[in-house]
């Protein structure tokens, strides 16, 4: 838990960039303040402290404390080439090379220089790369993968300071809750997630498995579609028929841990299976067939992300796919937008379902 101090400078500051307090005006005084929170002065010097530091205040003795001038964003100058930050959870790793390079493409375009990173899904990681970057003496814009975004972040206080620094940053598949107000293109994971339920129960299953990952906000809204589809449709919402994984055992379920039985008992009863995504699900189908159940006739199997593990499995996969529509170009061409002062919007990402034998 924050001290509180720090809850009090986390207050501050949002008002600071929601236009409580705009540039040039005063902050109530310290007397003030202690009684508002009802709290002690050394509290709010620290509070106001932390503001000075992330620059967002100014105090002089005798004057109390003044906001700041909000920091110019960087714009595009044929004098000096962008330096664009992509940190992803993982650069090779099954969607990420085309992302990365539909992202490398669109910088390059711009004459951009990029340099990336990857947090194997780690906050640690996340941290220490961020700290990093806040060094650097020329970082332009950030173009990121969240990490484990289902779970509260440690890193926000960085996430601000990059903020406060007026260095722009856009999210690709899910941000987090404590930056509501920050860019992101994001897939449409509660409409995936409903749209194959629906797609199952119209080719007449009545009951439905579920694989979801548990760490990654994604995860957790397209399980939230599927289980409102499961409702709508007034087919059983049944938890022994869901199976949960993580980052850290995910290598463990797909070299065939203990976790197995767990996942093939989920799905014992049910006569097909939404997965969340290409990945888990070439895993799965090439498990049962090693234990002879036929796919689709005992049991269908569907996805996200229509990869290459789709194409390539050994029946191939029925999957959700974003067309011609690539998330890291999507995001890529917004952080430019920002960085050149121009308007623009978040964007969710449609699916079209591909469909293939396994359903």
């Not at 992509?86 to 390059?108: K, Q």
Request: charged share 20%.
């Amino acid at each position: 838990m924050a001290y509180k101090y720090q809850q009090i400078a986390d207050i501050l500051r949002q008002q600071i960039h929601d236009g409580t307090y705009p540039p040039r005006t005063m902050l109530p005084t310290e007397f003030v303040l202690c009684e508002q929170y009802n709290v002690s002065r050394q509290t709010i010097r620290k509070a106001l402290t932390s503001l000075v530091e992330d620059h967002l205040i100014e105090r002089q003795q005798g004057s109390g404390s003044r906001v700041c001038e909000p920091p110019t964003l960087t714009t595009v100058s044929p004098s000096r080439p962008l330096t664009i930050a992509i940190v992803a959870t993982y650069i090779s790793d099954y969607i990420f090379p085309s992302i990365l390079r539909e992202a490398e493409t669109v910088f390059s375009d711009s004459n951009c220089s990029t340099l990336i990173f990857a947090t194997k899904n780690q906050v640690g990681t996340e941290r220490k790369i961020l700290q990093n970057l806040l060094a650097l003496p020329n970082l332009d814009g950030l173009l990121i993968e969240g990490t484990k975004t289902t779970l509260p972040n440690p890193n926000i206080d960085l996430y601000r300071k990059l903020r406060d620094r007026g260095i722009p940053f856009v999210f690709i598949h899910g941000s987090y809750r404590e930056l509501p107000d920050a860019y992101y293109v994001v897939d449409d994971n509660y409409g995936g997630g409903y749209q194959l339920v629906d797609y199952l129960y119209k080719k007449g299953h009545r009951k439905i498995a579920g694989i979801f990952k548990s760490d990654d906000i994604q995860g957790a809204q397209r399980y939230a579609g599927f289980s409102e589809a499961l409702r709508d449709h007034n087919l059983p919402i049944d938890d022994s028929s869901l199976f949960w994984y993580s980052t850290e055992n995910l290598d463990m379920l797909i070299q065939e841990s203990a976790l197995l039985p767990d996942l093939l008992r989920a799905i014992s009863s049910c006569t097909a299976v939404v997965c969340y995504n290409d990945q888990i699900a070439s895993f799965l189908v090439k498990t049962l067939l090693r234990q002879g159940i036929s796919i689709p006739q005992d049991i269908a199997v569907v996805s996200f992300d229509n990869s290459h593990y789709s194409e390539s499995s050994s029946c191939r996969i029925t999957s959700l796919s974003h067309g011609d529509q690539n998330v890291g170009g999507l995001a890529a061409k917004i952080l430019l937008k920002i960085c050149r002062g121009e308007n623009c919007e978040s964007i969710v990402v449609p699916w079209e379902l591909v469909e293939k034998e396994s359903s």
